[in-house]
């Protein structure tokens, strides 16, 4: 059976963002049967958990006695399980793959710092000054991305796990109108969540937070 862990509570500016969301979705599209370990801070900075994630974060993926860990070797050890997540060719591997660490190399870092500028220092005078060049060079990435999108409603031929990461970066900025006064972005990203796999994933993320109290532990 595989387990993923998740975290049992989070703010609910995180809620249908923490990055196991990404992992739930690819098995659920692969139709891979999984179980959830929900976890605390105390399991989250354990010895145990640390040996499964180094640097105490979620997802940890367990199969059989095989770990892995960070999000986006885990969508590609299910994708390569998956006709509907990766190409059979090797060129069409090879260049989903080159989406996917696109996804979070060269788009999501510079969302994720406007995030975390807007989020958490909204109110110090550095993070002020700092966000307009944070702000142009997210869009700046955007627009890229948009480009290449706008005769496209795949970065490939068809949906990938490329599409998959891709689209779980594009919901980071949901406290911005960022993507939403972007047409071909936001209708590729609304065109990926249409995806019954993605709605099981999401519903089940946020019934884990719906069912588990604020803990400690």
């Given at each position: 059976m595989i387990t993923v862990s998740a975290f049992r509570w989070v703010p609910d500016v995180a809620r249908g963002l923490v990055r196991d969301l990404r992992v739930r979705w690819a098995l659920e599209e692969a139709g891979l049967a999984y179980e959830v370990w929900l976890i605390g801070p105390a399991q989250q900075k354990s010895d145990a958990y640390r040996s499964l994630q180094p640097f105490g974060q979620v997802p940890a993926y367990e199969e059989d006695g095989f770990v892995l860990f960070e999000s986006g070797a885990i969508i590609h050890h299910i994708a390569a399980k998956s006709t509907v997540l990766m190409p059979t060719d090797d060129k069409g591997r090879a260049r989903t793959l080159s989406w996917m660490f696109a996804a979070l190399n060269s788009i999501e870092p510079h969302i994720d710092n406007l995030a975390d500028l807007d989020l958490f220092h909204a109110n110090d005078d550095w993070a002020k000054q700092r966000r307009p060049a944070a702000l142009q060079m997210a869009q700046t990435r955007l627009d890229a991305l948009s480009d290449w999108l706008k005769d496209r409603d795949y970065l490939e031929e068809r949906f990938t796990a490329?599409?998959?990461?891709?689209?779980?970066?594009?919901?980071?900025?949901?406290?911005?109108?960022?993507?939403a006064r972007m047409p071909v972005l936001d209708a590729y990203r609304r065109r990926c969540e249409a995806r019954p796999a993605f709605k099981r994933a999401l519903d089940a993320q946020m019934a884990d937070f719906a069912e588990s109290p604020q803990a400690v532990a």
């Open positions: 490329a599409d998959l990461l891709m689209t779980t970066v594009l919901r980071i900025p949901r406290h911005t109108d960022l993507i």
